[in-house]
DNA sequence: CTAAGGATGGACT
DNA sequence: GTCCATCCTTAGT
């Protein structure tokens, strides 16, 4: 399934598995879809392979993690087959098991919904960083997806988030009303710092 | 409720 | 040197 079908099938259809890694299970209710070389400018692979996104260019089912903004990491499904680049992003998730552990992670969440609602986020409860990186998702690596135990409700579908171009494509897929769904935001736009 | 600004570091031009 | 697939706090409707 995920090297077979279209990125955006492929990030519609993660909705409602399961991601578990170091004792914390999340229930994924919200993901992004990026394609691959020349055909997304909103992907890391838009420009070509390098050292940060040559995971994207392997074979599907693998984890592609990156840190953003220096304190941050991101949490990615590669897709496609072997050659071609894609990635779904895990946007935010339910805690689903271990919530102990997930609120130690993350103090500052208020309320249960608020754990992983963001990627950011995701990656923080689940323990996610680099060192995740081009693992798999299939067993045996720090981090595991397994389908859902329950079919997932209506779902719905927009603009992706912090994306500067290609702002017509409704590539982010969510469960619909779900509480656990990033608010959404419109990419700010840089400063420059102030002349003196 | 929304808007704005800072923290912070690696990848890329 | 510039740009982020972010989050949190503070200030303003």
Redesign the pocket.
Known sequence: MLDSEPVDEVARRLLGWRLTANGVTVRLTET?A?GGLGEDP???AH?GL????AVMFGPAGQLYVY??????F?A?VVCGENGTAA?V?LRAGEVVDGAGLARQR?P??RTAAALAD?????TLVLGLDRAADNTPLSGGGPATLTPPDAPVGPVSAGP?????SAHDVPWRFWITGDPTV??YRRH?P??RPAAH
Do not use: W
Request: aromatic share 8%.
């Open positions: 992004e990026y909103a992907s890391h420009r390098t050292s940060r996104n840190q953003i903004y220096g304190m941050y991101c990615n990635a992003l993350r500052t969440a963001g990627p950011g986020k995701l992706r988030v912090g994306v500067t990033s608010t700010t840089r400063r």
